[in-house]
């Protein structure tokens, strides 16, 4: 009854960085098997990254854990002709393959759609690579804060009046892994109804721009370049964060009617300003929103986050800390909803993860990210039967490297 | 639709604004029938939303509702009446999808919740997107886009740049909404591809706060292993990955790898700068940034864009240009993947909007529809297959029903 949804899909992951990894990490609470390919010849760089207490624990740091956590890995040479005979086995047994690679890659190595096709002929081939695997462009290269440039999302970004910024979390990178996985997902339901496999392309710059349709039709429609509105909004005010008791901390606050003003209002004890004509109603309010804001700071400075909120959100008035990654890891909803989940990695130690952004009664109970080849015996030996002697030979030779 | 992929699934929508039925547009862009329920009164809250058709603000005209709800049909109902209830059990019970982003308090006072729900469609996945999720203490807090944002954590380390005198800015537009409307989208997928081999529902809770959070990997790996809290003063410690003025407008230069730098000065016509012991490592580079960065902003001001763009491209670095939504729509690159798409509509002609961004090798891509008018297909739904007759029509718009 409770089996998750992809029991029993199996899927082989070219991912590095984010945006593959994180499509590996969802489809593993999904209950797929999702299996890493990887070789010390050229390692995910978020393997090494030195982001630990202990550099030296060498190839499971940073957030290599945080996105690969539930999958399987193992090391296989594709530049060597064994590990490319090995890698067409396990494409024969397995549902779906997923990378992030550059377009070139897998068909660089001797296995693109149509190899794989006939390998498996109803095998789901899902790319992401940065702008697509055709057009003039498809070879270019392109970190989060790039595709965010080229998107058109950057140009709006910032401060008012002041020069575009690149943005803290890079959100361009999780929104390609969750684009894949509508393709991916989207061509399995596909298979199941025709039997149909298919290679499924994904441009993670168009991605971003259907995300930022606002900015879009503003020019179509109206021949006009958004501005950067920092947390503006085109008719809420307030709608900005205010500065907080405390060091950096800061509360963020939107009413969006005249009634959640007055309520507002009241918890802030209906100050004389409140009632000037100049804040009088929302057209009122967006105008002279500087001023308003600097106002509003003036009352939240001496309350903490947690209290502004309470006494707002009491009468019903959109408001909540702007959190720090501290304060949102151990605020009560947050652990009453079990979004984060400590892990103890055998060689990492303490590792916070976080679940996909739902919940569901299906999600699968999965291990912390898997050691570089961790799962080598499994897939070569189980799944795909190579003997030890084999195996112990492929090691020699460096195809199981 | 854009492509023909769940041929047959049918999707009841009851959301509002940007969430549930960005959620809904995903579904529909795959060829799912979704029928949109609005309130009789006034419509989806985006149909209020700029921008507007020539700044003149009509139900009809905002390019954000007509951008969500392309590809879907549209029917007015008012869940609160009898008669209302009555209608919608019917639309559900014959639904493989229902979609929502109302507050928990208000479903459970219209009998829509889960619970019930499961009892007139045992087989239904239902699928509620709201700010804080179905549980917890802040489950029926008020929140929108910009709270979402902030709680989610993104708001304390963007920007990059920052001082941290000045308040934390949230990503432009909506765009956190949209992730979470994304997401769900993927969850509904995967409970799709369930449903159909097993015959069973669920129950998927979707939290706008969640979805943020999931652009945190390196806010949390940076906090488990090293006790760092990311605050906007990050970049302090990385250069160059900055955002950096040239002739014409803007380039983003923001790189991970040595080599990539090391390719950059010889785009810049200096390879000496790499053996400069003060630039030898991003640290380093990060550290005297005050002195670097007019050295390289001489250089990127005699270029445009478009040249710094396509030099370190054509020399792997991956640099990017700055792009306005007016350059976005010349993008060549876009245009041979055919991204942008027009819809026709015969009152105002054709307008253009994004695509989607995936491409499917064994489905013909086909022509989006323009999103309905309000209470477009009330006589196609509630005559043509639910078997009320027009007269019935008049008499719940006369009730309120419609």
Request: charge should be neutral; hydrophobic fraction near 35%.
């Amino acid at each position: 009854m409770s089996t998750p949804s992809l029991k029993g899909i199996r899927v082989i992951a070219f991912t590095w960085v984010w945006a593959g990894p994180w499509m590996g990490g969802v489809l593993a609470d999904m209950g797929a098997e999702v299996i890493k390919i990887e070789t010390r010849q050229r390692l995910d760089s978020q393997r090494v990254v030195k982001i630990t207490k202990n550099p030296e624990q060498g190839v499971n740091q940073g957030q290599f854990n945080v996105t690969n956590r539930g999958i399987k890995s193992i090391t296989l040479n594709l530049k060597q002709p064994k590990g490319l005979e090995i890698i067409k086995k396990l494409v024969k047994i397995s549902d779906v393959i997923i990378t992030n690679f550059a377009p070139r890659a897998l068909p660089g190595w001797g296995i693109g759609y149509d190899v794989l096709k006939e390998i498996k002929p109803d095998i789901i081939l899902v790319t992401l690579p940065a702008f697509g695997s055709t057009g003039p462009d498809k070879d270019y290269l392109s970190y989060g804060s790039t595709l965010e440039a080229v998107g058109g999302l950057s140009s709006s970004f910032g401060y008012p009046g002041e020069t575009p910024v690149i943005s803290g979390p890079y959100p361009s990178d999780p929104i390609g892994s969750m684009y894949g996985l509508v393709g991916l997902l989207a061509a399995l339901n596909y298979r199941n109804r025709t039997g149909k496999g298919q290679h499924v392309d994904i441009a993670q710059n168009e991605g971003v721009t259907s995300l930022i349709p606002e900015v879009i039709m503003e020019e179509v429609m109206n021949g006009r370049t958004r501005p950067r509105m920092g947390n503006r909004d085109e008719i809420m005010a307030p709608h900005s964060c205010y500065p907080c008791k405390g060091h950096d901390k800061w509360v963020a606050i939107a009413v969006d009617t005249d009634a959640k003003w007055h309520a507002f209002c009241r918890i802030m004890g209906d100050p004389e300003w409140s009632k000037d004509e100049k804040f009088s109603d929302q057209y009122h309010r967006w105008q002279n929103q500087d001023e308003l804001n600097k106002l509003i700071g003036g009352w939240t400075k001496d309350f903490t986050h947690y209290q502004v909120m309470q006494q707002l959100q009491k009468v019903r008035v959109a408001a909540g800390p702007s959190f720090n990654i501290e304060e949102l890891v151990n605020d009560p909803h947050v652990k009453n909803r079990s979004i984060f989940i400590e892990q103890n990695h055998p060689v990492a130690g303490k590792t916070i993860v976080y679940r996909s952004p739902w919940k569901s009664a299906l999600t699968a109970k999965n291990p912390p990210a898997p050691c570089l080849g961790e799962n080598n015996s499994y897939v070569f030996k189980e799944l795909l039967g190579i003997s030890d002697k084999e195996i112990a030979e492929l090691i020699e030779t460096k195809v199981i490297y | 639709m854009f492509y023909k992929v769940l041929d047959g699934l049918k999707v009841i929508e009851y959301g509002n604004f940007i969430s549930a039925p960005f959620c809904a547009k995903i579904l529909a862009d795959l060829g799912a029938e979704v029928i949109k329920i609005e309130e009789p009164c006034c419509g989806d809250d985006s149909r209020r939303q700029a921008p507007f058709l020539n700044d003149i603000p009509s139900l009809e005209n905002s390019g954000l509702f007509q951008y969500l709800n392309m590809n879907k049909l549209g029917i007015t109902l008012n869940p609160a009446s009898a008669t209302g209830t009555k209608i919608f059990s019917e639309l559900l019970k014959s639904a493989d999808v229902f979609l929502e982003n109302n507050s928990p308090e208000k479903m459970k006072k219209l009998k829509l919740s889960y619970s019930p729900i499961k009892q007139i469609n045992p087989r239904i996945i239902m699928t509620s997107i709201t700010p804080f999720g179905q549980t917890g203490p802040y489950k029926n807090y008020e929140s929108c886009e910009l709270i979402s944002a902030h709680m989610g954590g993104v708001g304390y380390i963007s920007m990059r740049e920052g001082d941290i005198s000045k308040e934390p800015i949230k990503l432009p537009a909506h765009l956190f909404s949209f992730q979470a409307g994304l997401s769900a989208a993927v969850a509904t997928l995967s409970s799709i591809f369930r449903q159909t081999t097993t015959g069973l529902g669920e129950q998927l809770d979707v939290s706008e706060q969640e979805s943020v959070i999931q652009n945190l990997n390196s806010s949390i790996a940076r906090y488990a292993y090293a006790g760092q809290i990311m605050a906007r003063t990050d970049a302090a410690g990385h250069a160059p990955f900055h955002i950096l003025p040239c002739k014409d407008g803007f380039v983003c230069a923001a790189f991970v790898e040595e080599a990539e730098w090391r390719r950059f000065v010889e785009v810049m016509g200096h390879p000496e700068w790499a053996d400069n012991e003060l630039f030898k490592d991003f640290a380093s580079r990060a550290k005297y940034w005050d002195a670097l960065k007019p050295l390289i902003i001489e250089w990127t001001m005699q270029y445009t864009e478009e040249e710094i763009y396509r030099r370190s491209q054509e020399n792997t670095v991956p640099l990017g240009a700055v792009r306005t939504a007016h350059q976005v729509l010349q993008d060549k690159q876009m245009a041979a993947r055919q991204f942008f798409v027009d819809i026709n509509r015969k009152d105002t002609g054709k307008w253009t909007f994004p695509g989607v961004p995936y491409r499917f090798s064994e489905i013909q891509r086909e022509k989006p529809v323009a999103a309905p008018l309000l209470g477009q297909h009330n006589e196609e739904i509630y005559c043509g297959r639910m078997g009320y007759t027009r007269g019935d029509l008049v008499r719940f718009k006369e009730a309120g029903v419609i």
